[in-house]
């Protein structure tokens, strides 16, 4: 595996290089199509020798994951393509479409064979068991296993969803030809024939195999929420900074691998002049790209952290948060003060679980609670969620 890669993946360490990226796809799709075609040309011969559904069924997903391979080398390449008036931001979701169009190629193989598998539970025929031919199907399992660690660990190595979902793929190809393997063993040496029931659990696999890489494909294609990881390399970097007391509002958008844009909200102190907070949102931003790749934009909201009768009101709020559910925090907050009242303006985070009538109970909830404590309060309540996978507490 090391041996490949570094004789075909120039500059291979340099991960987020669009271009050494490109090669890691190439070399995946290349040993991807040589390896399936092989097998699948050994397994048709040997299905068809054998007079056995499974091989056969087994065959044909083989030549689906070669042609699979073919696809998601036109994708690699068509998403390596530059932005360009059209496509301001590149042309990166193509490698998520080219797997959304293998997952289909998948289930379109898992269901031709479940239909030819149950004509052959109707009809069945023997097994004709030979040693050779056996030996390459064990073999094959052994290359479809290499195979699968060989795409998983690279596309890890390079965040790609193709090559995870391509690892997967060859995994439940493990999993279907050692069930045929199986089948063949229990006909030759027991004398019952399971070759069709093996076809329909090769058939089933395969079709859950495809279903699965649909839905790994949807995901970023739909939107997925920001990663946790990611959420706290964002927001660490960003309050490393003086001059940012915190941050909210995260919200990351995806163009495909390593092709990111993220907006945040950072708090900066009100009373420092403006063009000081600006000059530190500048470097902040243009260090998110150097460091993490991703191109941040970054909004200023001023807060008070030197008036102490804020302080104390926000402090009051925050317990209050705390007693209804830990998992709240809020943001943004500000006193307007009036003649007869104090408004309190800010927003509340809430989790994803909570319904429309949950949030109507916790505005009321803290409302209520903050005119206890004084009934010139009046609160002005944003609810927003969280766009991190496990919202973020405070």
């Not at 941050?247 to 420092?272: C, F, Q, W």
Request: aromatic share 8%; hydrophobic share 50%; proline share 3%.
């Amino acid at each position: 595996m090391d041996f490949l890669v570094k004789k075909f993946v120039k500059n291979s360490d340099r991960i987020h290089d669009p271009a050494v990226r490109t090669s890691y796809g190439v070399l995946v799709s290349i040993v991807g199509i040589l390896c399936n075609v092989l097998l699948f040309a050994a397994k048709l011969l040997i299905g068809v020798f054998m007079h056995s559904i499974a091989v056969m069924a087994d065959a044909f997903n083989n030549l689906s994951d070669a042609a699979s391979s073919v696809i998601s080398f036109v994708g690699v390449k068509m998403a390596s393509k530059p932005a360009d008036d059209e496509h301001p931001f590149g042309h990166g979701r193509m490698e998520y479409i080219a797997a959304f169009i293998v997952a289909f190629l998948v289930i379109q193989v898992g269901f031709s064979f479940f239909k030819s598998s149950i004509v052959k539970l109707q009809n069945p025929e023997d097994i004709t068991f030979e040693l050779i031919p056996f030996l390459i199907l064990v073999l094959s399992v052994g290359v479809k296993f290499w195979m699968a660690h060989f795409n998983r660990r690279l596309g890890k190595r390079i965040d790609s969803k193709v090559m995870l979902a391509t690892a997967a793929d060859s995994l439940g190809d493990v999993i279907t030809t050692s069930a045929t393997i199986v089948s063949i063993l229990i006909c030759a040496f027991a004398g019952i024939n399971i070759d069709a029931i093996a076809g329909l659990v090769v058939s089933m696999v395969v079709i859950w195999s495809g279903i699965s890489i649909v839905k790994d494909t949807l995901e970023p294609l739909i939107g997925e929420a920001v990663d946790p990881k990611l959420y706290q390399d964002i927001t660490e970097l960003v309050e490393s900074y003086d001059g940012i007391v915190g941050t909210h509002d995260l919200i990351v958008h995806n163009y495909g691998p390593n092709k990111s844009m993220a907006t945040i909200h950072a708090e900066v102190p009100r009373d420092v002049d403006i063009e000081e907070s600006h000059e530190i949102i500048d470097r902040i931003e243009r260090d998110v790209a150097k460091k993490l790749g991703i191109f941040l934009v970054i909004h200023m909201d001023p807060l008070a952290v030197e008036d102490e009768a804020i302080l104390a009101v926000r402090g009051e709020v925050e317990e209050i948060l705390w007693l209804i559910d830990e998992s709240l925090s809020f943001h943004d907050f500000r006193m307007v003060h009036g003649k007869k009242q104090i408004n309190l303006i800010f927003d509340v985070v809430v989790p994803h679980s909570y319904t429309q009538e949950n949030r109507d109970r916790l505005v009321h909830k803290i409302k209520v609670a903050m005119q206890k404590k004084d009934s010139r309060y009046q609160c002005v309540i944003t609810v927003d969620q969280s766009f991190v996978a496990d919202a973020k507490t405070e």
